[in-house]
């Protein structure tokens, strides 16, 4: 018996490897030689969650880049019911470990996911998934946070939590939540009722650290299942499009891809999934949490490839950089999302194309995306923070991303970090020939990935060639400025220096901002404390604060393009941030 079960292991293992041959496999007949390797595969039975894993994602990669009409069908009918073999392997007491819990696998129906959300996502998923919510109290320890917040909404919890050293949390939590057992959906209405900004609001929530759980059970609000019609299926018939086969400078040449601004019905729909799409993969953006659904747009832009735009709303905006954020659609499937924050003609993109699709045809659709951004946005230099090549961040220097980008042309802004990518390059060139092929050690991506990379889309510079400008600059730098300043002349006053440089401003550009909006005041206030240290200010001309002015009341308005490109034009406003950023 153990033989046979050893056999039956060894044969689904072979076919999985088949399976994920297939995925590369172009031609006349391959279509139905996946369909009917799938077919076996659906009557297979798995005894670990690793076979169950591989499995998920070649069905996934071959929905989103299908040989035919059959392979759709058939993956999505399995897709549809792999919550019954999640169950399978539970119930026969498999291999079931926690693997189906990382960041790379989880998100599969049939699983359970346990996260600590902020308020917006939290609030956002009990309504979504309504009684399937719950906190996770095994490892929650509430303290002296729910002390200080529960009795907002707990009557009487201070005689207890603040002289009794054994408060029963719990308890106190689930009496006043009701016997219903929804203490978590309890919990976050609570917060959401009381008379207090959003932002005040999520600082509460999230300082309880509440840990939620929830079963996935076959919700659409998984990686499984969470894929769309789309508006038309590509086929393929040949070898994907390879990173070596991508000229960056040719796609960016090309008249740039169509921006079709969505309803809000349609961009609720986006904003809907991108973040059923974060949530399954335990990530969370600022951008995909709190979008503005009246600003999506949607590009085709070719081999079933949707690229979804979207800004945030205005009382939620960045100070002084405007904001995008973006997801792909491969045939309805998502495969990445998207970040671009920009300022004149400077945006900085992060592109993080999703474990399960990084063998298909990233380099072209990073080029797509790179075109609609250029063109939304209006910017010229394009730059890749060091998170994105492995600064803090395993992922990205086990998958080698400094060099996606280097091959694409992007150059580091640092001397010493383009000196080293050479060196690098000479080295791999020397070894091309040979047997073992020279990788780049994991510490040499590290310090590779300790600066920025560039490039430069005005002119389509090739890797070596100088970014000017923008290679030190950084926002970080004028914000530290403004706090530099702020403990030595205001005491660490934040109040009072807002209120001195905000009077200075007002006197200097001759306005009066008692009459503008709240976000129109505070984006005044925001450049008040910036621009209090920019040197020449004073000597301006009109035209160039009158031009300020409408730039500091445009960072309110509906479309925050709109900011973003008046700042494009105000060269005396670009000197000034460029000097003190850098």
């Not at 509430?142 to 009557?155: A, D, H, V, W």
Request: glycine share 6%; hydrophobic share 40%.
């Amino acid at each position: 018996m153990a033989a046979n079960s050893k056999t039956n292991i060894n044969i689904t293992d072979r076919q999985l490897s088949e399976l994920e041959a297939f995925r590369y496999c172009f031609g006349r007949h391959e279509a139905a030689r996946v369909v009917k390797l799938l077919k076996t595969l659906d009557g297979a039975r798995f005894d670990s969650s690793a076979s169950l894993i591989r499995f998920h994602e070649a069905l996934l990669f071959l929905r989103a880049f299908p040989q035919g009409p059959s392979v759709v069908r058939a993956t999505e009918r399995i897709l549809n019911k792999f919550h019954s073999k999640i169950e399978a392997l539970r119930k026969a007491g498999g291999d079931f470990d926690d693997d189906f819990d990382t960041y790379e696998f989880s998100g599969i129906a049939g699983t359970q996911m346990e996260d600590t959300l902020s308020f917006d996502v939290a609030r956002w998923l009990v309504k979504r998934m309504p009684g399937q919510v719950e906190i996770a109290w095994e490892n929650y320890e509430p303290g002296r946070e729910l002390g200080t917040t529960g009795p907002r909404f707990i009557p009487l919890l201070e005689d207890d939590a603040n002289v009794e050293a054994d408060t029963p949390w719990r308890q106190w939590l689930e009496t006043a939540a009701g016997k219903n057992n929804k203490t978590a959906a309890w919990l976050i209405q609570r917060f959401e009722q009381q008379q207090l900004p959003p932002e005040q609001k999520a600082e509460l929530f999230e300082a309880l650290r509440v840990p939620l759980r929830w079963n996935l059970h076959n919700s659409i609000i998984t990686r499984t299942r969470n894929a769309k019609k789309p508006r038309n299926m590509f086929y393929h018939n040949q070898p994907l499009i390879s990173r070596s086969q991508v000229s960056l400078a040719s796609e960016l040449e090309k008249r740039p891809p169509k921006l079709m601004k969505l309803s809000l019905k349609q961009g609720e729909a986006i904003i809907e999934i991108i973040r059923e799409v974060m949530l399954v993969r335990y990530r969370e953006l600022y951008g995909t949490t709190l979008g503005d659904p009246r600003s999506v747009a949607r590009a085709d832009v070719g081999r079933g490839v949707e690229i979804y735009l979207w800004n945030l709303p205005p009382d939620r905006r960045l100070p002084l950089r405007a904001y995008v954020a973006g997801l792909t659609l491969k045939n309805g499937v998502p495969i990445n999302y998207i970040e671009a924050i920009a300022l004149c003609e400077w945006m900085e993109v992060g592109f993080n194309t999703f474990y399960t699709f990084r063998g298909g045809e990233a380099g072209w659709i990073y080029a797509q995306v790179l075109r609609c951004l250029s063109h939304h946005m209006g910017t010229t230099c394009v730059s890749v923070y060091p998170y994105q090549l492995g600064h803090d961040n395993e992922e990205a220097i086990e998958s080698g991303a400094f060099w996606f980008y280097r091959k694409l042309g992007f150059c580091p802004g640092r001397p010493d970090l383009q000196k080293l990518a050479e060196q690098e390059e000479k080295k791999i060139a020397a070894n091309q020939n040979k047997k073992i092929k020279y990788r780049t050690p994991a510490r040499t991506l590290k310090r590779l990935a300790a600066g920025h990379v560039f490039y430069d889309l005005s002119r389509n510079k090739l890797p070596g060639s100088k970014i000017s400008g923008w290679e030190n600059f950084s926002t970080r730098n004028i914000g530290l400025l403004v706090n530099r300043r702020m403990a030595r002349d205001f005491a660490g006053d934040a109040n009072r220096m807002r209120k001195h440089t905000t009077r200075a401003l007002e006197k200097l550009l001759r306005v009066t901002t008692s009459s503008w909006t709240p976000q129109e005041k505070s984006a005044f206030e925001n450049f008040a404390l910036i621009l209090a240290d920019a040197p020449g200010l004073r000597a301006w001309t009109r035209e160039e604060k009158e031009d300020l002015v409408r730039i500091i009341r445009a960072k309110a308005k509906p479309d925050e393009m709109i900011y973003l490109h008046l700042t494009q034009r105000h060269r005396r406003l670009r000197k000034a941030l460029l000097t003190l950023g850098s």
